[in-house]
């Protein structure tokens, strides 16, 4: 049977989707456009980092997806090469797939982000790092990372 393209809207609301735990650093991550729901075109989910969270993912690149990270609460600092980049409530970041970045929360609030990645999947990545205990080494954490294709600029 297939399914047209009016029955396959998506409208998830505040608070709504699937939430992962990041263990890591204490924030969610809330599914709000998973993969499979949107024929693998793209991930949105929404982030949460505490207001003490200053660590990031580490310098590294997506070589699959793009990313586009949007502020809904807090302040980001983006680091795209050697270039800093801040983001607030309401800025946005668009980070072609191949580019080295990292970034990390840098208000007196809680920061809350929107991601959309193109094309989709990343949500498995959210789900494998779930699996890990509070206070994991960043080793294990890069192990998943490289898992799901990050590429780092310490070895490169």
Do not use: W
């Not at 204490?26 to 729901?37: D, N, P, R």
């Not at 959309?116 to 779930?130: H, Q, R, S």
Request: charged share 25%; glycine share 12%; proline share 5%.
């Amino acid at each position: 049977m297939t399914v047209s393209a009016a029955e396959r809207v998506i409208a998830v609301g505040r608070g709504e989707g699937k939430t992962i735990p990041r263990p890591q650093t204490g924030g969610v991550v809330t599914i709000k456009v998973a993969s499979e729901l949107s024929d693998n075109s793209m991930t949105v989910y929404e982030s949460t980092r505490l207001p003490d969270d200053t660590r990031g993912p580490g310098m590294h690149a997506h070589p699959s997806f793009d990313e586009l990270f949007y502020v809904v609460e807090g302040e980001y600092e983006f680091m795209i090469g050697d270039r800093s980049l801040r983001a607030v409530e309401g800025g946005s970041v668009f980070i072609p797939r191949g580019v080295f970045h990292d970034f990390h929360s840098t208000g007196e609030v809680a920061g809350r982000l929107l991601t959309f990645c193109t094309p989709g999947g990343i949500e498995d990545f959210f789900e494998d790092l779930a699996q890990l205990v509070p206070g994991t080494g960043i080793e294990e954490v890069q192990e998943i990372q490289r898992k799901h294709g990050f590429r780092f600029a310490s070895q490169e």
